[in-house]
């Protein structure tokens, strides 16, 4: 069975310090995975996302993510938050086999950054 | 480059009238297209896909019905709204092929309300 948990479903930072979003996963195949950010009524840009290539994966407007799969988390960080990086964020799991297009989301962690 | 174009962007309709949605993908070919729902707190649940032209799978059972009359074109359809039916809806598509490390892009969603 697969499933994503996000540990915070809020995570406050001040402008100008490290953003750190926590996604662990659970997945009976090699699943690929991907964060996504949504602003208000807005639909989802992927930030970035992890395919058995690098552990280290980077993305845009600064976020990176490491695949450790000893530990199954997949930790969303930035190291200087920006107030435009105010926004809801997903944690996703696509795994092969599923129905195409299933895909198994976290609660989300809404991101709020403090001038 | 790929776009996704959604519309309308916000609709309020009585309960008992019909419903279209329309979603069209420019730059690709042949995509795997997705009717998503978002509920508020929560992931998006997917509605239907489509693989090619006149192929739409369905993943629940509802009120709802899915179109693909051309290649690049999704339809999401009702002939009698409920009041369930309302929430932000999101097109989204995927290059052809079932690999599990395939992005999934969103358009901008579409937020339904029915009265």
């Known amino acids: 069975a697969q499933s994503v948990t996000q540990l915070d479903s809020h995570v406050s930072v001040s402008e100008g310090t490290p953003v750190l979003l926590r996604c662990n996963y659970s997945?009976?195949?090699?699943?690929?995975l991907f964060w996504y950010v949504q602003h208000p009524n807005k639909g989802l840009q992927l930030l970035l996302k992890y395919t058995s290539a690098a552990t280290l994966v980077k993305g845009i407007n600064g976020f990176e993510a490491e695949f450790k799969k000893s530990e199954t988390s997949f930790h969303l960080t930035k190291p200087s938050a920006h107030m435009s990086d105010a926004a809801e964020y997903f944690c996703v799991v696509s795994v092969g086999g599923s129905t195409l297009g299933r895909l198994y989301f976290g609660r989300g962690t809404q991101l709020t950054v403090w001038p | 480059s790929q776009t996704i174009h959604q519309w309308p962007a916000t609709l309020v309709q009585p309960v008992g009238s019909p419903l279209s949605l329309e979603c069209t993908v420019e730059g690709t070919s042949n995509p795997n297209l997705y009717w998503y729902r978002q509920a508020a707190g929560r992931g998006l649940q997917l509605l239907f896909y489509?693989?090619?032209?006149?192929?739409i799978s369905s993943e629940v059972p509802q009120n709802l019905s899915a179109s693909r009359p051309q290649d690049r074109q999704f339809i999401l359809s009702s002939k009698k709204l409920l009041l369930s039916d309302s929430g932000f809806y999101l097109c989204a598509w995927s290059p052809p092929g079932r690999s599990s490390g395939n992005t999934i892009y969103f358009g901008e969603g579409s937020w339904l309300t029915v009265v």
């Open positions: 997945s009976s195949y090699s699943p690929s």
């Open positions: 489509s693989v090619g032209i006149g192929q």
